[in-house]
């Protein structure tokens, strides 16, 4: 009986690691979302919010139960001590999550559970649980590139954004397997998912 690859997905902000994790969903993997997690934790009367209003007061909120997501978001990107009390309070209920959805999909016989996790190579809590990890790469200038088309940030927000993740060496030191997304068509990311984890369907 085959064991159910655990394998952690991760790349910085517009590296299309989202992309990577719908094609491998479709291939047949399961793909368990941290940041769909996060955003479920802490949606309108989220079970995070709490421990939010406890730590940071009623000014994150723009009404009970309503968590004033942007006012946080500036609050923690200008103050690390700040994003470390928020990190620990949100990362034990996303692992606890994580972990909920990936005994589901050993249950379902799985051949693959890619754990879809941005901030990978900044917390130690990941590495253990996963057996490999994906890095998804492109160059900062198309991370830029991307990010500013989607979102409409200027060049500084993004950088700022990509300062606050780990750096592209970092990650790349982390990885077992990497795909560079600089231009990569869909069949193109296919053809080297299906090399790198030839027990998948394509």
Do not use: Y
């Not at 997690?37 to 309503?66: E, H, Y």
């Not at 928020?86 to 999550?97: D, G, K, N, S």
């Amino acid at each position: 009986m085959q064991t159910t690859l655990r394998l952690g997905v991760t790349g910085g902000i517009g590296s299309g690691k989202s992309t990577v994790c719908r094609q491998l969903s479709g291939m047949g993997a399961s793909v368990i979302d941290a940041d769909a997690i996060s955003r479920a934790c802490t949606a309108v009367n989220g079970p995070a919010l709490p421990a939010i209003a406890q730590a940071f007061g009623d000014a994150v909120f723009q009404a009970p139960g309503v968590l004033d997501r942007d006012r946080l978001r500036d609050m923690v990107f200008d103050d690390p001590k700040a994003r470390e009390r928020l990190q620990a309070l949100l990362h034990p209920m996303i692992a606890a999550e994580i972990e909920r959805q990936a005994e589901q999909a050993i249950a379902c016989a799985a051949p693959c559970i890619a754990f879809d996790i941005p901030l990978l190579v900044e917390s130690a809590r990941w590495r253990p649980i996963l057996h490999r990890v994906l890095v998804v790469d492109c160059s900062p200038a198309t991370q830029i590139h991307r990010v500013g088309q989607r979102s409409g940030l200027d060049a500084l927000s993004v950088q700022k954004i990509m300062s606050n993740q780990s750096s592209r060496a970092a990650r790349l030191q982390c990885a077992d397997f990497v795909i560079f997304n600089e231009s990569l068509s869909i069949d193109e990311i296919d053809a080297q998912l299906g090399a790198m984890f030839p027990f998948l369907e394509i």
